[in-house]
């Protein structure tokens, strides 16, 4: 309906001019004084036409006019929607029998007035209707005021959560970047210690000849581990922001594919596992590097997550024009939060202390952009934890078509060092250090993991112990804590090396009873110092 604009209107329906103007005169001094407005129409069509124009509070109406009288009239305002709630008294100069009166009440009317009209008895009936249209207009204008509010409000929620949103993605997009460039300095120093141990040994004087070439080994793998983390971070990178530029050429997958396996095993990496390899010719186009780079880190990926003796199969087919490659794996599986999440950059599944895996946990993240610039799909399915992994390549087929080394002097003295424990899980950085010790004349001692370290410190109770904190089995902060608890062990001086070295990982070191925090590489004069200094402390607890 049209609202009432300002003032309640009534209209006044009456075809004798005279009766309508008395009428309206008289509605007119008491419409002054109550705030209305009077409407005049003088026929029954003027008053349709004026009903689809205004709102009114009420309509008096004429019985007897010419054409159209006042019940036809009164049923066609009631017949429109619009109108069709507008109360109706009916005027008229005849005394209505009740047989009038019915009709009067079928076609809508709520009351009768009979001429010559009294002034009061009009107000006290216009004034009721009066009323209840001002009372009913400002129950829809607050109606409208709430449905506004109402509407801002959740406006205003809908807003309020996609910020919450928006802060949470930010929050854990920040926490996964924090714990992705914990993880890359973690991987970085592990190697890096072990390469900065056997530089440092080559220099010592007195080193046979053996250990030289033995630590030139060492240092050569560990480059390389470092060589393919930087690949890694530099291909990701690349590839996210579209600047890796694909030699496309058509190519045999199969054969790629079995050259891939070929390289694996010629490695020794396949040895222990059962490995299953159906490889149909498939050709794409496509390249050919990053291709076999594809297949290799998912490769990677299924070795990582298998134990020795478990099962790999790789299957390769054609099927409505699209090869669909498969590496399938019996190994820890993933839970069903983890599918989603696995290809997207710093997810590592299973992230723990011990970093058994090893890695960034951006391979898969780099597979997935190197397949979509080839125009294809890949995806991972897994039936949860323990049920091992499946990864789904798809791509369209094609018609076949050397730094000066700082040399550390010899301590040549007769005194007798203290004997060292280390207890490391990096079996070269273990090794190295082991050595230069010895070379020092440091009685040493080493341990691969936690429980191991734990027994030795007991039944030897060397002097120091050396411990990493990335162990399997239990972390270097529970090898502390259980040192400390050990009336045996609890006098030892303890020293934590470990490629963990943020403020809260110190924190987190010397809460649990450690007398020193270092972080890895540490170079040999600075190993010789913390050994002294810390022999000369007064032994720390574990706080509880």
Request: net charge negative.
């Amino acid at each position: 309906m049209i609202s009432l604009v300002d003032k309640p209107k009534i209209l006044v329906v009456n075809d004798d001019p005279n009766s309508l103007f008395a009428l309206t005169n008289l509605l007119e001094q008491w419409a002054t004084q109550e705030n209305c407005e009077v409407v005049a129409a003088r026929s029954g069509e003027d008053a349709l036409r004026e009903v689809l124009t205004h709102d009114f509070a009420v309509i008096l109406l004429d019985v007897n006019m010419p054409g159209m009288d006042g019940f036809e009239t009164a049923e066609a305002i009631h017949q429109r929607p619009r109108s069709s709630d507008i109360p109706i008294i009916f005027i008229t100069a005849f005394v209505a029998d009740e047989l009038d009166r019915l009709k009067a009440y079928q076609k809508g009317a709520v009351d009768f007035l009979f001429t010559p009209v009294i002034p009061q008895m009009l107000y006290a009936k216009i004034s009721v209707f009066v009323a209840l249209a001002t009372k009913n207009e400002e129950l829809r204008r607050q109606a409208r005021q709430l449905s506004q509010r109402t509407t801002d409000l959740i406006a205003s929620n809908q807003r309020l959560l996609r910020e919450i949103e928006e802060r949470k993605s930010a929050e854990r997009a920040s926490h996964a970047k924090d714990e992705f460039l914990a993880m890359l300095g973690h991987e970085l120093r592990n190697p890096l210690s072990a390469i900065s141990s056997a530089a440092s040994l080559i220099g010592l004087p007195g080193v046979s000849a053996d250990s030289v070439g033995h630590a030139k080994k060492i240092i050569q793998r560990q480059s390389r581990h470092l060589g393919r983390i930087v690949d890694d971070l530099l291909d990701l990178s690349r590839a996210m922001s579209g600047k890796i530029l694909l030699n496309r050429l058509p190519l045999d997958l199969g054969v790629l594919l079995n050259t891939t396996l070929d390289t694996f095993s010629a490695t020794g990496r396949l040895a222990d596992y059962q490995l299953v390899a159906d490889v149909a010719p498939c050709w794409v186009n496509g390249d050919a590097t990053r291709l076999e780079q594809v297949f290799s880190n998912l490769l990677d990926n299924a070795l990582k997550y298998t134990p020795a003796g478990g099962r790999i199969e790789v299957i390769c087919e054609v099927e409505d024009g699209e090869a669909t490659i498969q590496i399938h794996d019996s190994g820890v599986g993933m839970a069903p939060d983890l599918v989603p999440q696995v290809f997207d950059v710093f997810v590592q599944g299973n992230s723990t202390l011990d970093r058994a895996q090893g890695g960034l946990g951006i391979g898969l993240a780099l597979v997935r952009r190197l397949v979509e610039l080839h125009g294809g799909t890949v995806y991972a399915e897994s039936d949860g934890p323990g049920e091992g992994s499946t990864f789904t390549v798809q791509l369209p087929c094609i018609e076949h078509a050397t730094e000066t080394t700082k040399v550390v002097p010899m301590d040549t003295s007769e005194q007798a060092k203290p004997a060292v424990l280390l207890v490391e899980d990096n079996d070269d950085g273990r090794e190295m250090m082991a050595m230069m010790l010895s070379c020092y004349g440091y009685p040493v001692q080493h341990a691969a993991d936690g429980f191991q370290g734990l027994a030795t410190a007991a039944a030897s109770k060397p002097d120091i112990a050396l411990v990493d904190i990335g162990l399997p089995g239990i972390d270097g902060y529970e090898v502390a804590r259980r040192m400390r608890a050990n009336p045996d062990t609890q006098h030892m001086k303890l020293i934590a090396l470990t490629g963990y070295g943020l403020a809260d990982d110190q924190r987190r070191v010397m809460d649990a009873g450690f007398d020193m925090h270092l972080v890895k590489p540490v170079d040999i004069d600075q190993l010789l110092r913390a050994i002294s200094d810390c022999l000369a402390r007064a032994p720390a607890t574990a706080r509880t």
